[in-house]
């Protein structure tokens, strides 16, 4: 049995030889919860009012207004009329849950000391952030976003001439650099690693208790899970946030984020032998 970095686990081991052991498990971290996170979105609230009001604009000439100017004055119904919360509220969650297959080599058949090469494995999710109020307000908001946003519509106007009613940048919760949109009646982040993580360590204890019936040990090493990538649900499925994306900002919480590459995984282990 084992606790540490990688959670709370348990491995099933047996010596290949004199020199290498194998061992595999599974850790599991508690999942942890983090509830309200306020996002203050009161910012967006006069931008959405010049929005409402365009809109206003193109149902006053809808006669007059292009083919899809028309279309989507007959589509909004009352979004347009849902006025913008101040605040948003976040619940996050840390998910890990890992399977491991390692090798532990020691220089000599009497050393407690060794290296450990192998793998551990996971669900690439390790982080999702998810709002928890005001539903009406980001179902209308995701169809602003997806039929509205950065958008011109034109009207043929007796007397005023041609008119156009344009819209603004997309809606959403701004979290560091990155605007998370909803999608629906709800705004979810995720934060993805990859599945399978190459590790390597060092440490002391055999596992395999020669002489006595228990025995102590410690491991000290990384997991390699890669660049951790910030993503957010979408219509087209999980859409991953970077200088692509139209997001305003200049990707600094991305690489402050993609930095830790690795994983640090410090375990103790206590060891019975079975026969």
């Known amino acids: 049995v084992n606790v540490?970095?990688?959670?709370?686990?348990?491995?099933?081991?047996?010596p290949i030889c004199d020199y290498v052991t194998v061992r595999a498990g599974v850790n599991y971290v508690p999942k942890i919860t983090v509830k309200?996170?306020?996002?203050?979105?009161?910012?967006?609230?006069?931008?959405?009012?010049?929005?409402?009001?365009?809109?206003?604009?193109?149902?006053?000439?809808?006669?007059?207004?292009?083919?899809?100017?028309?279309?989507?004055?007959?589509?909004?119904?009352?979004?347009?009329?849902?006025?913008?919360?101040?605040?948003?509220?976040?619940?996050?969650?840390?998910?890990?849950?890992?399977?491991?297959?390692?090798?532990?080599?020691?220089?000599?058949?009497?050393?407690?000391?060794?290296?450990?090469?192998?793998?551990?494995?996971?669900?690439?999710?390790?982080?999702?952030?998810?709002?928890?109020?005001?539903?009406?307000?980001?179902?209308?908001?995701?169809?602003?976003?997806?039929?509205?946003?950065?958008?011109?519509?034109?009207?043929n106007v007796p007397v005023l001439g041609p008119q156009s009613f344009t819209f603004g940048k997309e809606v959403g919760a701004e979290v560091g650099d990155y605007l998370i949109k909803p999608y629906g009646k709800q705004a979810n982040a995720l934060i993805k690693v990859n599945g399978f993580r190459p590790y390597f360590g060092v440490g002391f204890g055999n596992i395999v208790p020669k002489k006595h019936k228990?025995?102590?040990?410690?491991?000290?090493?990384?997991?390699?899970?890669?660049?951790?990538s910030v993503y957010i649900k979408q219509k087209e499925g999980d859409v991953k946030l970077?200088?692509?994306t139209g997001v305003d900002g200049d990707g600094g919480a991305l690489k402050l984020i993609s930095k830790f590459s690795i994983y640090p995984t410090l375990n103790f282990r206590l060891g019975f032998r079975a026969f």
């Open 4 to 14: 540490g970095t990688a959670g709370a686990g348990i491995d099933l081991a047996m």
């Open 36 to 155: 309200d996170i306020g996002v203050d979105v009161s910012g967006q609230q006069a931008e959405w009012a010049a929005y409402q009001a365009t809109y206003k604009l193109m149902q006053t000439y809808k006669s007059y207004l292009d083919a899809a100017g028309q279309k989507a004055v007959d589509e909004v119904g009352n979004y347009m009329n849902e006025p913008l919360p101040s605040e948003v509220l976040i619940d996050g969650e840390l998910d890990m849950m890992t399977y491991s297959l390692l090798f532990d080599v020691y220089p000599s058949k009497k050393s407690t000391f060794h290296l450990t090469l192998g793998i551990y494995s996971g669900k690439d999710k390790i982080v999702e952030a998810f709002t928890t109020n005001c539903e009406s307000q980001l179902n209308a908001i995701t169809y602003y976003n997806e039929n509205l946003a950065n958008k011109t519509f034109t009207a």
């Open 214 to 228: 228990v025995t102590f040990g410690f491991d000290l090493g990384c997991q390699y899970w890669g660049s951790p």
């Open 242 to 244: 970077d200088k692509d």
